[in-house]
Nanobody
Framework: QVQLVESGGGLVQAGGSLRLSCAASGRTVSSYVMGWFRQVPGKERESVARITWSGAYTWYATSVKGRFTISTDNAKMTVYLQMNSLKPEDTAVYYC???????????WGQGTQVTVSS
């Protein structure tokens, strides 16, 4: 069984930075694609960034490209999302996810709230 635990959310002013962490555990997680998603109440969940544990593959949504950076620490089995130049429209609950492909995320964390004030 894979478990994902997010941390690092909070309240920040526009232009500020936050780093989200996703601690992953489980025998199969190292073979999975890892992703960060976000969701605002009443809106569809949005894919933000993706990475493989080797780091050979990364992908970013257009809305965050150049501001967010996804990375992994394989020794700690942790995925990070460094968020810089935050905007009020980045406000959302951010979720970490893991799955065998970018089309199939099987495991989800509990989410962490990010609020960006203007």
């Amino acid at each position: 069984q894979v478990q994902l635990v997010e941390s690092g959310g909070g309240l920040v002013q526009a232009g500020g930075s936050l780093r989200l962490s996703c601690a992953a555990s489980g025998r199969t997680v190292s073979s999975y694609v890892m992703g960060w998603f976000r969701q605002v109440p009443g809106k569809e969940r949005e894919s933000v960034a993706r990475i493989t544990w080797s780091g050979a593959y990364t992908w970013y949504a257009t809305s965050v490209k150049g501001r967010f950076t996804i990375s992994t620490d394989n020794a700690k089995m942790t995925v990070y999302l460094q968020m810089n130049s935050l905007k009020p429209e980045d406000t959302a609950v951010y979720y970490c996810a893991a799955g065998p492909s970018t089309a199939e995320y099987r495991y989800w964390g509990q989410g962490t709230q990010v609020t960006v004030s203007s």
